[in-house]
């Protein structure tokens, strides 16, 4: 199952790779002493299998026969487990180098040998998984207590805080995915690394700039930290935060969460959302002002304290203020971090339960401090600049650090030779056939990106910085270099340079719809403080002919001319299923 991609993980319910190497190891260590483990749960859902419970288990599992670690000092035989063997063959697994390490065969093929305890549930619905999950997991003794309030809730306030804190992370992806990609959504720190996966907490905002602790974010701090932001925004006053008045806001039927439910319902879900990650992006793009230096580090002076959670509530709800409720924008960034340095003796905090007033007034203390360093916003509700920080990343990282068959980078419209002309080849021909050809490969099953702005890779980033002195901002692998430097270069407004692009698809050879959608879904944003365009190919009913005839299709960073026409038709066939 696991090797066919048929075991799931479903991210509305079920947390992430938490386990320790200690853990790991000593339920290897059990499964070779014959000793009984724990029952592994699984629910036929649409012939896949959604793991409810076992989810650590499963990986401790497969990561041991894949090498990842060794029990007492001995790594798996690979050579004792046929499909093991084959996937070394194959490089889909690299087998551990010391061979003096690597255990008999025999012991190994008493390892596989092992009866798994497994029950699925057949034919489930979501809310029986839900259910389930919920009541085997709420009192779990290793889950967090974020952890507990989740397990078997599915509430529109518990999947917004889900979904904010996935995109603040970086951690993105559909919601339910395969479990050999959990990895890439799972989170590891430099203390204890571990290379296979992709999010290291020392590099997530909440560590980097001393909020959390890495312990904090491995034990869903920050799901808290957002959710005690969206109820104080929801009751139009701080939450009278404890860990009692937060369990009853997850509570089903309780009052707590018929209220919060019922402001959400009025508020609007994505209209929070949004509002939160405005924000949050205008935090973030404050503190890039001054590199190398957390949050932390302005706030409490003196060093080897705690983390400044707490703090960073009041500096958010300060910042939401003036943003949201009165309409203003960060006028002196720097001057800002200045007013900040050493607030944290202007407050007080709470130890268990927060106090309204004394909440409201650390609000104010700091909303005094920096309120001198915005201004009237001309545009407050203006969906480019700063608020995008969070989706432009979010876009960066799911293209999986470079050009794929759904993601498509450009430095410019102008070329890096001496002398800088204009790229009519990449206007006329290279963006109209590869929107094509990305909405093609997609088959409507997911959205993709040509990115204006963003090198190719790192030689371009760095031809682009000898010509132009634009040092670029480094995501996931990917270089941002925007497009303000050829705005510069050649005395040309964003809008001028945005209708060059909108009148190169408007004279393509393409259909006349797909043409209004592309348009429509085309913006500018501010990356910091890098101007990028966005064209976003939206999911499709059908495929997309050039020029009424030919079928484009991208595979991998390449897009070609499809003449097949059994293949055409094969395609075409994905996109109704």
Not at 90 to 95: A, L, R, S
Not at 232 to 245: A, M, R
Not at 251 to 279: C, D, F, H, P, T
Not at 325 to 350: F, H, M, P, R, W
């Amino acid at each position: 199952m696991y090797n066919e991609g048929k075991l799931k993980v479903n991210r509305k319910y079920q947390r992430k790779l938490v386990w320790t190497m200690e853990e790991k190891e000593a339920l290897v260590d059990s499964i070779k002493n014959g000793y009984p483990i724990p029952l592994i749960l699984l629910a036929d859902v649409d012939g896949h299998y959604e793991i409810i419970d076992g989810l650590q288990r499963l990986n401790a599992i497969i990561s041991y026969i894949e090498n990842e670690f060794g029990s007492k000092g001995k790594y798996f035989n690979i050579e004792s487990f046929p499909l093991a063997n084959q996937l070394a063959k194959t490089g889909d697994i690299i087998p551990h180098s010391n061979e003096k390490e690597i255990d008999d065969v025999s012991s190994s093929v008493n390892f596989t040998s092992y009866q798994i305890p497994v029950t699925i549930i057949p034919k489930a619905s979501e809310s029986e998984v839900t259910e389930v999950f919920g009541r085997i997991n709420s009192y779990g003794r290793q889950l967090s207590d974020q952890e507990k309030r989740q397990a078997g809730v599915i509430t529109g306030f518990s999947q917004l805080v889900r979904k904010l804190a996935i995109e603040i992370r970086g951690d993105v992806s559909e919601d339910v995915v395969d479990l050999k990609k959990t990895p890439e959504i799972s989170t590891t720190n430099k203390r204890e690394p571990n290379k296979k996966y992709a999010v290291v907490a020392e590099n997530i905002f909440w560590v980097q700039q001393g909020i959390l602790n890495a312990k904090g974010l491995r034990d869903s701090h920050d799901e808290e930290l957002l959710a005690d932001i969206g109820i104080s925004i929801l009751l139009g006053e701080p939450f009278k935060y404890s860990k009692e008045n937060l369990d009853e806001v997850y509570a089903l039927n309780s009052s707590s969460q018929l209220e919060v439910e019922q402001k959400l319902s009025s508020y609007g879900s994505e209209i929070l959302s949004l509002e939160i990650k405005r924000v949050w992006s205008t935090i973030e793009s404050v503190l890039d002002e001054n590199k190398g230096v957390s949050l932390k580090d302005i706030v409490r002076i003196k060093k080897g304290m705690p983390a400044i959670r707490q703090p960073y509530y009041y500096i958010f709800m300060a910042f939401y203020k003036l943003i949201i409720t009165e309409g203003k924008e960060v006028s002196d960034a720097k001057g800002l971090l200045t007013a900040l340095n050493g607030c944290d003796a202007n407050i007080s905090t709470q130890r268990h339960h927060a106090d309204v007033k004394e909440r409201l007034k650390n609000i104010s203390i700091i909303y005094g401090l920096i309120s001198d360093y915005f201004i009237a916003s001309a545009n407050p509700y203006l969906q480019h600049g700063r608020e995008l920080t969070l989706e432009v990343r979010n876009i960066l990282i799911r293209s999986e650090g470079g050009e794929s068959k759904s993601y498509e980078l450009k430095q410019g419209l102008y070329s890096l030779s001496e002398g800088r002309d204009l790229n009519t080849e990449l206007l006329n021909e290279t963006i109209p056939k590869s929107l094509c050809g990305i909405a093609n490969a997609n088959h409507g099953s997911k959205e993709g990106y040509f990115l204006i702005g963003v090198a190719e890779n790192e030689g371009t980033a760095k031809r682009v910085q000898s010509l132009d002195n634009v040092i670029s901002k480094e995501v996931q692998g990917l270089h941002v270099v925007g497009v303000d430097r050829e705005l510069a270069l050649k005395k040309e407004s964003i809008d001028s340079y945005m209708k060059r692009i909108i009148s190169a698809i408007e004279k393509a050879p393409l259909p006349k719809d797909f043409q209004a959608k592309i348009i429509s879904n085309m913006e500018h944003v501010k990356f910091f403080d890098k101007t990028i365009i966005i064209i976003k190919i939206p999911k499709l009913s059908s495929p997309v002919l050039y020029n009424s005839e030919e079928f484009y299709l991208r595979k991998d960073s390449n897009t070609s001319l499809l003449k097949d026409i059994s293949q055409i038709l094969a395609i075409g066939t994905l996109f109704n299923s």
